[in-house]
């Protein structure tokens, strides 16, 4: 049985968030923690890609340089349809689009870099905790650690392990395609990306996306469909035939692309966070539900955990009571919190005309006056 201080079960953005946040801290970090990882980098995941501004703000208080030199797509005006209506939100840039197998990659050689140690290809079997510490067993060996971060997202054994009885599963569904682009694609000669919420009117919690993408450094679309199920009385949408009806109208054959999809567990306020020697980090304690924004959030958790374990070892007390309301009165929770109360309201009323009027002209107004 191997001991150590810390254990970040998960390697997407939330985990080595935590890492590289506690490495920001203390370097002698890199001794008294370890990382699991399920795959090895790098490892394909599904994922829109696009970091928000409040990511970038993230990864430049790491001190990583933005955007990461990774290729990537730069998104400087976000269009929000809904029928014949077009708001623009523009910012230089409002968003920054990466192929996440790449983003991941990058991350995790930083943290190597800085000391940290990952175990790749050792997914987790059992967590079980005691009042000393908690017993980590995974594919190949044994580990006892004083605590654990789980950021193994949304279908994770950690977020499984604190999962109250009869609660909401808060579990959005997506549908997603990459395909290569052409020498002239609009998205990239124009820098936009589309968020279209028109199916909101067919009972779908969401919207078709179209983002530019680079992968292996080459143009690519990155297209899909989203559907939060904040709603839970509604009935669900019927996905595929409508992604195959938008990717047409956008000019995609769907019979000649490949269609995958992923869940993905969405923030709420009464999300379980933590228990006794267990933090949730990521999608495992909730992405952001209006458009399923996960890297940013992620991000922000890995920054919000590393403080939390740092009080922890600190004080020799690893209860995490207050950790909920460490993740509330953040900037990540006040973001978070703003966006779950707009899901909740627009997915419910969003197929109301007049509610859609009054959203539209409020997003007008809000994209008019911001700043870029």
Known sequence: MQRIDLIIIGGGPAGLSTALHLLQQDADWADRMLLLEKASHPRHKLCGGGVTRLGLRYLCALGLPTPLPIPHATVRDARLRYGPRTIHIRGNPEFVVFHRQEFDHFLAQTARQHGLRICENEPVIRIERDPTGVTVTTAREVYRAKMVVGADGSRGVTRNSLRRPRT???????????????????????????F?????????????????AQVNGERHHNRGVYDSRVAHRFGKASLPPLLDNALRGLGSSPEAVQVQGHPIHWFSPVNPLAGERLLLAGDSAGAEPLFGEGIATALGYGKIAA????????????????????VLCSELGVYLLFRWWIAWWSYRLGGQPWFVHIMWTIGWVFAALKPH
């Not at 600190?314 to 009571?321: G, K, L, M, Y």
């Open 168 to 194: 909401p599963q808060n579990t959005a569904r997506l549908l997603e395609v990459v395909h290569p682009a052409g020498a002239h694609a609009p998205q990239f000669d124009e820098e936009y990306a589309l």
């Open 196 to 212: 279209d919420f028109t199916p909101v009117g067919d009972q779908v919690q969401g919207y078709v996306w179209d983002f530019p």
């Open 307 to 326: 403080e939390a374990a740092q009080a922890a070892f600190a004080r020799d007390n690893f209860s995490f009571r207050d950790y909920k309301l460490r």
